[in-house]
C-alpha cells in the first residue's frame, strides 16, 4: 500500500472541462511534488511546494494550476486541457533537505483528454 | 546540465538468473543516488538510495547497487531474479545543494523475467 494516495485513479475530460487531480500523505512530509508521466518515459517534474509555498514551476502552461491548501494535502486543476496532455500524473511528497531524502510516490491518476 | 543514463532500455532474462542493470550519472562534487521501480499501472516505488558512506547498499528484496566515484556508475544488481521482479526500474540522481527534489531520471530499463 502506498502512503500517498491520489484521487481519482482514473479521468477522462474533455478539452472545455475543468477537473482536479487530489493528492494527501501523512508522513509529515513539507514537500510536494507533481511529475507527468507519459508511456515508456520516465517522471517529468512539473511542480513542487516547500512548506505550503510553490518553490519550482517547470513552465508548465497555466492550463495547469496546482494548490497546495495545506501541509497534507496537494491539488492539480486542470482546465481547457489539450489531447496530448494524457498522461499519468503523479504525486510525490518528501522531507525538505538538500537532496537527500527519498520521493514517496503515489499510484497516479491515468488522464485521458478527449 | 545534470545527467543520468541507463544504457539498456530492455533487459530479457530468465527466472534465476543474475541480473545487472546499469546506470551512470553525470559527475558532482556531491550527489544523491536512487534506483526505483515501477510495476504496471503503479506509482515508482523507493529501491534503494545511496547518500554516502559503504559504496554498496542493499534492498530488503535481494536487489543491491554499487556506487562507484571513478566511474561515476550505479549499477544495479540481483544474483537471482523471480517473475515478479518484472518491472520497469528508473535510476535517479540529486545532486544536492538547493535542487532539493529535482530528482534526474534515467530513461529507464524494462526488465522482463522468463519463466
Known amino acids: 500500500d502506498t502512503e500517498v494516495t491520489q484521487t481519482p485513479k482514473h479521468l477522462v475530460m474533455g478539452m472545455t472541462n475543468k477537473k482536479s487531480l487530489k493528492c494527501e500523505q501523512h508522513?509529515?512530509?513539507?514537500?510536494m511534488y507533481w511529475y507527468k508521466q507519459k508511456a515508456k518515459k520516465p517522471p517529468e517534474l512539473m511542480f513542487v511546494?516547500?512548506?505550503?509555498?510553490?518553490?519550482i514551476n517547470e513552465s508548465v502552461p497555466s492550463r495547469f494550476s496546482p494548490e497546495c491548501p495545506n501541509s497534507s494535502l496537494l491539488n492539480l486543476h486542470l482546465h481547457a486541457l489539450q489531447p496530448e496532455d494524457s498522461a499519468l500524473y503523479l504525486c510525490?511528497?518528501?522531507?525538505?533537505?538538500?537532496?537527500?531524502?527519498?520521493?514517496?510516490f503515489g499510484n497516479g491518476t491515468r488522464l485521458t483528454v478527449t | 546540465a545534470q545527467s543520468v543514463t541507463q544504457l539498456d532500455s530492455q533487459v530479457p532474462v530468465f527466472e534465476e538468473a543474475p541480473v545487472e542493470l546499469r546506470c551512470n550519472y553525470s559527475?558532482?562534487?556531491?550527489?544523491?543516488l536512487f534506483w526505483y521501480v515501477q510495476y504496471p499501472n503503479q506509482g515508482l516505488q523507493l529501491l534503494l538510495k545511496?547518500?554516502?558512506?559503504?559504496?554498496l547498499v542493499e534492498s530488503i528484496n535481494g536487489f543491491e547497487a554499487e556506487f562507484n566515484k571513478s566511474q561515476t556508475s550505479f549499477h544495479l544488481r540481483k544474483p537471482s531474479v523471480h517473475i515478479s521482479d518484472t518491472a520497469e526500474y528508473f535510476c535517479?540522481?540529486?545532486?544536492?545543494?538547493?535542487?532539493?527534489?529535482?530528482?534526474?531520471f534515467g530513461q529507464g530499463t524494462i526488465l522482463t523475467v522468463h519463466p
Open positions: 510525490a511528497s518528501s522531507q525538505v533537505d538538500r537532496g537527500g531524502s527519498p520521493l514517496h
Open positions: 508522513m509529515g512530509h513539507r514537500a
Open positions: 511546494y516547500s512548506y505550503e509555498k510553490l518553490s
Open positions: 559527475s558532482s562534487v556531491s550527489v544523491y
Open positions: 545511496y547518500l554516502s558512506g559503504s559504496t
Open positions: 535517479a540522481a540529486n545532486h544536492g545543494g538547493t535542487s532539493y527534489g529535482k530528482l534526474t
